[in-house]
């Protein structure tokens, strides 16, 4: 059974830093693309950042320069490095893998940038 599982949220002050990490369990093979994605109060769900299998990596425009996604294959698990964090960076964020052109959700975990 393949699960994401997310960890790292929290709250922050403006111009912080967190680290958000993704632990996928139940394969090792057939993932496409991985990434992660927030939903802040009264607003839809929007990229953050996507990376597939083969190195290619997006941004939102939004977080371009401050945050960074990254891999680690032989621990299986997705990271979301922020920086300079902002109010509006709060949010619940999710990851998302795409697996055997299946798209499975992690549940979430809370960002709360906050003086």
């Known amino acids: 059974q393949v699960q994401l599982v997310e960890s790292g949220g929290g709250s922050v002050q403006p111009g912080g830093s967190l680290r958000l990490s993704c632990a996928l369990s139940?394969?090792?093979?057939?993932?496409?693309?991985m990434g992660w994605f927030r939903q802040a109060p009264g607003k839809q769900r929007e990229l953050v950042a996507t990376?597939?299998?083969?190195?290619?990596?997006n941004y939102a425009d939004s977080v371009k320069g401050r945050f960074t996604i990254s891999r680690d294959y032989a621990k299986n698990t997705l990271y979301l490095q922020m920086g300079s964090l902002k109010s509006e960076d709060t949010a619940v964020y999710y990851c998302?893998?795409?697996?055997?052109?299946?798209?499975?959700w992690g549940q979430g975990t809370q960002v709360t940038v906050s003086s």
């Open positions: 990376i597939t299998d083969g190195g290619i990596i």
């Open positions: 139940g394969t090792r093979a057939g993932i496409s693309a």
């Open positions: 998302k893998g795409v697996i055997f052109r299946r798209e499975y």
